[in-house]
Nanobody, 117 residues
Framework: VQLQASGGGLVQAGGSLRLSCAMP???????????MGWYRQVPGNQRDTVASISPGGSTNYAASVKGRFTISRETTRRTMYLQMNNLRPEDTGVYYC?????????WGQGTLVTVSS
């Protein structure tokens, strides 16, 4: 299962970005039935959960991004999004999309977000 993440870039503090994670056709039948989410990793640190969405549509956010980031998914486009507003320098990192399907973990290739102060 190949996940294609995109949308990262360089932005000033206070700005916004929207990340996208496109998924293959094979996942369409279960798209709303699997857990998916976004993770962030900075050099030397582990990959941490930023936001997730459950099969039922419930969302969870890291405390540091709550109220600023919104995770969503669009079935017809087989795409998951992360809308990031009011970005801060500490949001800088490589963002990875992730799904759990049939007991396996699948990761996108990562997209770099850099927030300048």
């Amino acid at each position: 299962v190949q996940l294609q993440a995109s949308g990262g870039g360089l932005v000033q503090a206070g700005g916004s970005l929207r990340l996208s994670c496109a998924m293959p056709r094979t996942i369409l039948s279960v798209f709303n039935s699997i857990t998916m989410g976004w993770y962030r990793q900075v050099p030397g640190n582990q990959r941490d959960t930023v936001a997730s969405i459950s099969p039922g549509g419930s969302t969870n956010y890291a405390a540091s991004v709550k109220g600023r980031f919104t995770i969503s998914r669009e079935t017809t486009r087989r795409t998951m999004y992360l809308q990031m507003n009011n970005l801060r320098p500490e949001d800088t990192g490589v963002y990875y999309c992730h799904v759990v399907w049939r007991g396996n973990d699948y990761w996108g290739q990562g997209t770099l977000v850099t927030v300048s102060s």
